[in-house]
């Protein structure tokens, strides 16, 4: 079962915010309650609408980075690519 993970959250601006955790559930609620990514802060409520889960915490970190450094075409390519309508 997989232990650490990559996701994306729809802020609501309408835009995204890929992050990392152990525990997808708990730190969407951190973020909402504003306690989370100084990103995040000012665009809340943020919505989940995409999470993967991976083995080793190196190769979820990897899938963060990759994402948060694409354009936003390139992101909305990844996230239609893995059937997530926003």
């Not at 899938?63 to 694409?70: D, I, L, M, S």
Request: hydrophobic fraction near 40%.
């Amino acid at each position: 079962m997989a232990k650490y993970f990559f996701y994306v959250l729809l802020c609501a601006d309408g835009t995204f915010y890929g992050g990392y955790s152990t525990d997808v559930t708990a730190r969407v609620a951190t973020h909402n309650a504003g306690k989370g990514a100084k990103y995040t802060k000012t665009r809340r409520p943020v919505r989940l609408i995409y999470s993967a889960g991976f083995d080793n915490e190196h190769d979820a970190l990897s899938a963060e980075w990759h994402f948060k450094h694409q354009s936003r075409a390139a992101k909305e390519a990844f996230l239609a690519a893995h059937q997530v309508h926003w």
